[in-house]
């Protein structure tokens, strides 16, 4: 019974803490992607997509993370940034 109310309260401590700040990442992410395709920033564009695929994998939500990561590596790839391409690649794995 102990156990029981102990793992409730961290689920409920983590729920408290924890989500408000995925919120405000996702959020973060997509006020910089929105400015960076205003001014024309391709790097910029490609490193929050990249950043938003890594937080979508981390939560479970799979599908925007490989729509994220796949858009990420295509303009890596388009843009010459090798450096950048592998370590997207390396998210694949």
Do not use: N
């Amino acid at each position: 019974m102990f156990t029981i109310i102990v793992a409730l309260g961290v689920t409920t401590l983590i729920l408290d803490v924890v989500y408000p700040w995925l919120d405000r990442a996702d959020e973060g992410y997509r006020k910089a992607l929105t400015l960076a395709e205003q001014l024309g920033m391709r790097p910029l564009i490609a490193h929050c997509d990249l950043g938003l695929s890594a937080l979508y994998r981390r939560t479970g939500r799979h599908q925007p993370a490989q729509e994220h990561l796949t858009t990420a590596t295509t303009m890596y790839r388009e843009m010459g940034m090798t450096y950048w391409l592998a370590q997207a690649e390396a998210e694949l794995k």
